[in-house]
């Protein structure tokens, strides 16, 4: 099943696998308004759409995303914003000599999207190749598995163009990721990190030999691997992950874990796992 959007493209496969492709190969995969908006409708859908059991986040091209498309991004410094603009997106369409509103109405917009994609019960696979630099580099770290091609690259290109180095997350998301001693330097320098270091950092779960159909197979096996799981499971497993980054307390997360074995126990996802495991064969979940 196929979705129809302007800058991206989604697939839904027949096992629950989420194909999104970000598609504006021509621009880099640069985020402009209208991906931002295309993203932001996907994902409400995914929040529904439980079939849909993993999504894997891929780019059309030769590179990942180049950031935000800077020149429709210059609409949000102008005084007099151009009228298609105003009449497509809401949170440009505010009194012309009031700047700092479509700055912030823009900042806020496109920040929401690395909460959503930490929000939806879909774990997510980023396919890195090429280039992940500023927004690109963000929407990465809000996956939850990261795999690279030989040529990919990460940077912080927020520092870089004078605007702070913590943005969309990034200062959240990298300390948590690799350490504070590297976050740091990345964040404060707006180096690339190529393939072979981010592997080595822990930035990345592995470095595929090869091209686009390889890196996609990789993720295709890490996706079907995780399809085998309970559905309940594999996404309050998501949801712990989540709420473990910022937990006070071991025994906090302990008190959650407890939780969600005790609901998962009263599943018929388990009694189908444990079923198969004495009959020797594999479960067969229902993809909700």
């Not at 210059?74 to 298609?84: D, G, H, I």
């Not at 990919?152 to 948590?176: M, Q, T, V």
Request: with cysteine.
């Amino acid at each position: 099943m196929e979705y129809e959007f302007e800058t991206i493209k989604f697939e839904l496969r027949a096992d629950g696998i989420g194909l999104l492709t970000l598609n504006r190969p021509d621009n880099l995969n640069a985020m402009n308004f209208q991906m931002i908006e295309d993203l932001h409708t996907l994902f409400d859908n995914l929040k529904r759409k439980l079939e849909c059991r993993i999504v894997i986040l891929k780019a059309s091209g030769r590179v990942f995303c180049a950031g935000l498309d800077l020149k429709e991004s210059v609409a949000l410094q102008a005084k007099r914003k151009p009228k298609e603009l105003k009449d497509k997106f809401y949170f440009i369409n505010v009194p012309e000599k009031d700047v700092i509103k479509a700055k912030m109405y823009g900042q806020w917009r496109t920040s929401e999207l690395i909460v959503k994609m930490r929000k939806i019960s879909q774990p997510i696979i980023a396919v890195v190749q090429g280039a992940a630099s500023g927004a690109g580099f963000t929407f990465s770290l809000a996956a939850d598995i990261r795999i690279a091609g030989e040529n990919a690259k990460f940077n912080n290109a927020f520092i870089n163009i004078g605007f702070s180095g913590a943005d969309l997350g990034s200062s959240y998301h990298l300390p948590r990721l690799i350490g504070m001693s590297r976050a740091a330097e990345i964040l404060y320098t707006g180096r690339f990190i190529e393939a072979e270091e981010a592997e080595k950092i822990g930035l990345v779960s592995k470095v595929i030999e090869g091209g686009e159909d390889e890196l996609l197979e990789a993720s295709l096996e890490i996706a079907t691997e995780m399809i085998h799981k309970s559905p309940l499971g594999l996404r309050m497993t998501k949801q712990a992950i989540n709420l473990s980054m910022d937990a006070p307390s071991l025994e906090m997360m302990i008190q959650l874990e407890n939780r969600n074995q005790m609901i998962c126990s009263c599943s018929e996802d388990v009694m189908e796992g444990v079923k198969a495991f004495f009959e020797k064969r594999d479960p067969q979940y229902p993809l909700k």
